[in-house]
Structure formats: C-alpha cells, structure tokens
C-alpha cells in the first residue's frame, strides 16, 4: 500500500482544514486507516483511526468532538475532517494504514508527512 497525504496548510485558531489521503495497493480496503501527528519536541500521537469497514474509529481524547475521520474505499480515499483547530494541533499529520491499526495502533504503511500550522 502507498499513501499520498495532501497538502496541509496554515489556518487561524478555531479554523477548518480537511486532510485526505489517497491509498493504492489492492488491499487497501482491508486496511484500518488512520492519522498520526508529530510536533516539535513531542512524542508522536495516534490522532484518529477508521477500520476497514468504517464502522469502527478511535480518537484521541485531544481532538475528540472537533475532528472525524472518513474513508471511501470505492475511491481509496480517507479523509481527517479538523475543526475548532488550536495551536496545539499544529504538527506533521502522517496518513497510516495497518491490519491492525485499531486494536493496537500499529501502522504497516506511512505517508509522507504533512505540515499543520494553527496560528494563534
């Protein structure tokens, strides 16, 4: 599986900004997907994670209630909708994919990263 993150981008505090992330690999819609981040100096956090059904997903406590986490597995396509964003989420988001991504957050595929910055 190869995962091709978006562009990230700049936005303001309380801001929106949707990520996508297309997948190619013929068992892409096997896979849980999901979305991690790193900042500066910080450890690197599981942000959210869709199964491959999409009926199951997790989120961090941190960003529960402002972002979701989507997947069209016609278009091999998975999405991390951010909303209200905080300057505490600036960071580099990494699209993930992983047969075992939900039960115990470990990924077998990264992106490339993806630069978020939230201005204050």
């Known amino acids: 599986v190869q995962l091709q993150a978006s562009w990230g981008g700049m936005v303001q505090t309380g801001g929106s900004l949707r990520l996508s992330c297309a997948a190619s690999g013929r068992t892409f819609s096997a896979a849980d997907m999901g979305w991690f981040r790193q900042a500066p100096g910080k450890e690197r956090e599981c942000v959210a994670i869709?199964?491959?059904?999409?009926?199951?997903?997790y989120y961090a406590d941190s960003v529960k209630g402002r972002f979701t986490i989507s997947r069209e597995n016609a278009k091999n396509i998975v999405y991390l909708q951010m909303n209200s964003l905080k300057p505490e989420d600036t960071a580099v988001y990494y699209c993930?994919?992983?047969?075992?991504?939900?039960?115990?957050?470990?990924?077998?595929?990264w992106g490339q990263g993806t630069q978020v910055t939230v201005s204050s």
């Open positions: 869709i199964g491959w059904s999409g009926s199951n997903t």
């Open positions: 993930t994919a992983g047969y075992r991504l939900l039960q115990i957050r470990r990924a077998d595929y």
